[in-house]
């Protein structure tokens, strides 16, 4: 058999364009750490598509970083006049009012900063996600079979969410730490010059610890992540597959394994709440315990004269905000790191480019269609198998209106005759034409356009009937529609859906039967009306009545066009103008049915096995 899971193992795609990945992903949705923020250039690249907001950030966060420092100073002059006993109401309370301003300003200025912020990093995410999902739909599905979309899709979604964390957070809280620790020196050296010496060498005794363990707990927190995600994924594979779990009575099994998996997690966790206690523990007795200190030899000062009881306190408010910016800028370069990380593997699918593209002046295929399709002397090996030949020196000719059956065992090929006609790939050596015109000369989709597909399987989407019907042809009419329906055997069942057309499928249609799947795929083919059809046998995992019904439809389906029919079931080409017996990428047979299974070859062997296993049945 030919079917998917051959492809998978036939088709491996073209030239990697980046680095094929494993095919189980991560538990972790974390991306791996840059070694450096060069790839950060690309999302400021993005952000700075809208200066005006980042202006107004900037302003707002000059705004409240001013304002912060602002309140202890406006502390030292409350203390020393609205304190000092000889101060009337008046003086009180203007000394009040301006602190309430700066408070009111503070206010105001961290909910445009946060406003602004976030609205760039939501935008810089947004239009990040639309241009690699852009460059994505251009690729060669082969791209596809040498990175797993599963990949493909946690950089989509946990790495751009690190992106939006940077640009809406990190940035921001670097930029505004950056201008509180620069401002707040200049505050406490202006306020108490030898005080400050004393806090800047006390100032790195807090920030080492916070460091130490700080990337204790960041590596346990990841394997936090991990020990979480795994749980997610098993519970995710025991709850699809709980038929075949019940089925074998392994429900003991499965608690056992899931109680595991949550205990793991648990331990994990005892271990980051550790170190974070650890950590709370001995950061707090630094901070407060010099703080103590400088208040100690504050006292002694004020007590001497040598500055007034409001400037020791400003001065332990503005150290505290300076330590508090210190210690968050330690933090923010691991988070930038990460960031860039996550921007690394964005950008390499952002500049990934399609193995198949038009050339620079594509060839017009001729009007009106023919639907007549050439393969000459194609040879073709998988980038990933180059030596394995899937097509040896193959030449076959179709005429318009013919109907060809292509049977052979399975990793005979035959699948890859569908990949090379539309053109997923292109050949080694040899030549495919489609009416005449080199598929290398012409554009793909126009190719494609001129193409309709029935796969094995249904191969819906997770969207209401109506949306997979019209995939065909999105601007069929409803008419159009019904049409296509009726004449799939497909109408009758879509009019008893709850809502007809409008009834959601469930995801990848698993709403529907295998056989009402089908018909609605053999629908959407009917819809776009090309001249040429190919079909991957669509009745080979139906029962009878099911079967019948499809085979129905794609009679009808078939009428007046060109169709290659990948042949699982050899009872259903008995029809077809032309049967191809496919072995080892090569053409065996050819001939009709009666031909072939008179001539005692490959097609013969093949009739009897799976006659005689039918008669037994």
Do not use: C
């Not at 990697?16 to 999302?43: C, F, H, R, Y």
């Not at 394995?388 to 890859?416: C, D, M, Q, R, Y």
């Not at 005759?417 to 015109?437: S, W």
């Amino acid at each position: 058999m030919d079917g998917q899971a051959d492809i998978s193992k036939e088709q491996t795609g073209q030239d990697p364009i980046i680095a094929p990945v494993d095919e189980k992903p991560s538990a972790s949705d974390d991306p791996p750490k840059a070694k450096t923020l060069g790839p950060l250039k690309m999302i400021f690249a993005a952000a700075a598509q809208y200066p005006t907001q980042i202006l107004l950030a900037l302003a707002a966060l000059l705004i409240t970083a001013g304002a912060t420092l602002a309140i202890p100073w406006r502390f030292k002059v409350i203390i020393d006049e609205a304190f000092g006993g000889s101060a009337d109401q008046a003086q009180i309370a203007a000394a009040f009012q301006y602190l309430l301003m700066i408070v009111a300003v503070l206010g105001v200025g961290t909910a445009l900063r946060f406003y602004f912020v976030s609205w760039i990093g939501e935008r810089v995410v947004a239009d990040i996600r639309k241009k690699v999902q852009t460059n994505l739909l251009r690729l060669a599905p082969g791209f596809y079979e040498e990175n797993s979309p599963k990949e493909i899709s946690s950089r989509m979604t946990s790495d751009t969410a690190i992106i939006e964390q940077v640009v809406g957070t990190t940035v921001s809280i670097a930029l505004r730490n950056t201008l509180m620790a620069i401002g707040g020196t200049a505050m406490l050296l202006y306020l108490a010059p030898t005080l400050t010496l004393g806090l800047l060498i006390g100032i790195p005794v807090v920030i080492l610890p916070i460091v130490f363990f700080g990337r204790r707990i960041r590596n346990v927190s990841r394997t936090s992540q991990d020990r979480v995600a795994d749980v997610g994924a098993m519970v995710t594979e025991v709850l699809s597959g709980m038929k075949i779990v019940q089925s074998f009575n392994q429900e003991s099994r499965e608690a056992g394994r899931f109680s595991d998996a949550v205990e793991e997690t648990f331990d994990t966790a005892r271990r980051r709440i550790m170190l974070r206690a650890a950590m709370t523990s001995i950061v707090i007795f630094l901070i407060f315990g010099g703080i103590t200190l400088v208040m100690w030899r504050g006292a002694i000062a004020v007590s001497t004269g040598a500055i007034s009881g409001g400037t020791i306190a400003a001065f332990v408010l503005t150290g505290g905000l300076v330590a508090g910016a210190f210690g968050a800028l330690t933090e923010v370069y691991g988070d930038l790191l990460r960031g860039a990380g996550a921007a690394s593997r964005l950008d390499e699918l952002l500049s990934a480019r399609p193995s198949i593209a038009p050339p620079a002046r594509p060839e017009k295929l001729p009007e009106p269609p023919r639907g007549s399709l050439s393969f000459r002397n194609v040879t073709f090996r998988y980038p990933t198998r180059p030596e394995v030949a899937a097509l040896k020196n193959f030449t076959l000719e179709i005429e318009p209106g013919e109907t060809v059956a292509i049977v052979g065992p399975s990793g005979a090929g035959k699948s890859t005759i569908f990949q090379l006609a539309e053109r997923f790939y292109d050949p080694q050596a040899g030549t495919i034409r489609l009416d005449g015109v080199p598929l290398t000369k012409a554009d793909p989709a126009e190719v494609r356009a001129r193409m309709a597909f029935v796969p094995q399987d249904g191969l819906l989407f997770s969207a209401n009937a109506r949306d997979n019907l019209r995939y065909g042809r999105w601007d069929a009419s409803e008419e159009e529609i019904w049409e296509a329906a009726g004449a799939a055997n497909a109408e009758r069942f879509l009019r008893d859906l709850p809502d007809g057309l409008d009834t959601y499928l469930g995801e990848s249609g698993t709403r529907l039967s295998g056989g009402q799947q089908q018909r609605i795929a053999i629908a959407r083919a009917l819809l776009r009306d090309t001249p040429i059809l190919l079909l991957d046998e669509a009745t080979s995992a139906l029962d009878a009545e099911s079967e019948q019904l499809v085979q129905q439809a794609l009679d009808r389906l078939m009428a007046e066009r060109t169709t290659l029919v990948i042949a699982h079931r050899l009872a259903t080409v008995r029809k077809a103008d032309r049967i191809i017996v496919l072995e080892d990428g090569a053409i065996v047979e050819q001939g009709s049915h009666a031909q072939l299974a008179e001539a005692g070859g490959l097609y013969a062997r093949l009739a009897a096995l799976q006659f005689a296993s039918s008669e037994a049945a």
